[in-house]
């Protein structure tokens, strides 16, 4: 399972939803997708701009976890 991490990026650069969404430009409803990991899928551009507005790694929004 893969899990997404973008709520403790956004608290360590002390950003909001509404901030990174205009930087990466998608839609708050989209990002909160992302957020709460419900999204089945994701862009390489949608992953490079959000890397980008948040000064991180890929490895720092995604991890990998195994089945529990």
């Given at each position: 399972?893969i899990?997404i991490n973008?709520d403790?990026?956004m608290a360590?650069r ?16 989209n990002?909160?997708v992302l957020k ?6 994701i ?6 701009a959000?890397?980008?507005a948040?000064?991180c790694?890929p490895a720092d ?8």
């Amino acid at each position: 399972m893969i899990r997404i991490n973008l709520d403790v990026m956004m608290a360590r650069r002390k950003m909001s939803l509404t901030e990174l969404a205009e930087r990466v430009g998608i839609t708050l409803a989209n990002l909160s997708v992302l957020k709460t990991g419900k999204a089945r899928a994701i862009r390489f551009t949608t992953l490079d701009a959000l890397c980008q507005a948040l000064d991180c790694q890929p490895a720092d929004i995604l991890e990998y976890v195994g089945e529990e």
